[in-house]
């Protein structure tokens, strides 16, 4: 497993016996699509498979559920009665959108459960605590129309990939009463996030992204679940081996900081793993189908 040392970009400055963090590698561990070079092909072929599966599904798709017009959400509704899946966009919170993501849902609406495919604002528009509203006002909105779709609003689970992943596992963190007064505490029954990034402080020496996000310490205090206190509700995660050692080590350090199950170690790297979610006869696939198959109650 990689060394603890991947979330502190302080005790990598020390490594290199100055005050300051080491930039170089910071980047070669969190940008992603400087090391993943075939990354156009990955989103074009995701856009692809997404088109043609809007030809085979029966979605509702761009409701609008907030306040700005990113904030939307297809709907593909399931048998009556059934789970709910929501799926959170990655993209490093500035990029990518619901839309590339929809073939992620006809292996599941194919066994009955309905699928959301949830979009948020994009920062630099936005600011990252917006993401992380949105995607609450989203969840709330998917929970009060159950009776609409047809969903049982007893069975949310939420699945999220890199920043959705993110933002799946602050989903679990919200205090849903505070919220609203009328919502339970256990909006969200279960969440899975894949290569997700749960300490965010590495991000603010890190270029590439810190150009958009500008983080400092409180902020990143504030939207990092690693510095915060378990939730009450399961949560399970994922990373590829393929990956950098920055990112298997916030799946480890998240993990063991709140007594989680050893995250699933899938054969990929940080965009391919994305490809198992909808691929029945992947560990992945069984993990997700596994939180949708557990009693509501």
């Known amino acids: 497993m990689a060394d603890s040392k991947a979330l502190n970009a302080d005790n990598r400055s020390e490594s290199r016996g100055d005050n300051q963090p ?16 075939e990354h156009p092909k990955i989103f074009a072929r995701w856009a692809e498979l997404s088109r043609y599966a809007r030809f085979d599904l029966d ?9 700005s017009e990113a904030e939307t959400v297809d709907v593909i509704p399931g048998k009556p009665g059934k789970p709910l899946l929501i799926y959170i966009h990655g993209g490093y919170w500035r990029s990518l959108d619901k839309y590339d993501f929809t073939f992620l849902a006809k ?46 609003a007893n069975q949310i689970v939420v699945c999220g990939h890199s920043a959705g992943g993110h933002l799946g596992v602050m989903s679990a963190l919200a205090f849903w009463p505070l919220w609203a007064s009328d919502l339970p505490q256990d909006v969200v ?12 402080s ?25 510095l915060m206190p378990k939730p009450t509700i399961p949560v399970h995660l994922a990373f590829g081996t393929e990956e950098t050692d920055a990112f298997k080590e916030q799946s480890a350090y998240l993990a063991a900081h709140w007594g989680l199950n050893p995250p699933l170690q899938v054969q990929a790297n940080h965009l391919n793993i994305v490809d198992q979610i909808a691929d029945p006869h992947s560990d992945l696939f069984m993990l997700i189908q596994n939180q949708l198959l557990l009693p509501s109650h």
């Not at 940008?31 to 070079?37: D, G, I, K, Q, S």
């Not at 604002?121 to 609409?148: F, H, M, S």
């Not at 590495?202 to 690693?226: E, W």
């Open 202 to 226: 590495p991000l603010v020496h890190t270029p590439f992204i810190q150009k958009d996000l500008k983080l400092n310490q409180k902020r990143t205090r504030m939207v990092s679940p690693a």
């Open 22 to 37: 080491d930039v170089a590698w910071l980047e070669s561990q969190y940008n992603v699509r400087a090391y993943l070079t």
């Open 59 to 67: 979605g509702h798709w761009n409701l609008y559920f907030g306040e």
């Open 189 to 200: 029954k279960s969440v899975i996030a894949i290569s997700g990034i749960y300490d965010l």
């Open 107 to 152: 292996p599941y609406v194919a066994r009955g459960y309905s699928v959301a495919l949830l979009n948020y604002g994009l920062i630099p528009k936005v600011t990252i605590e917006d993401c992380v509203r949105q995607t609450l006002r989203g969840i709330e909105w998917l929970y009060r129309q159950a009776e609409r779709f047809g969903y049982d």
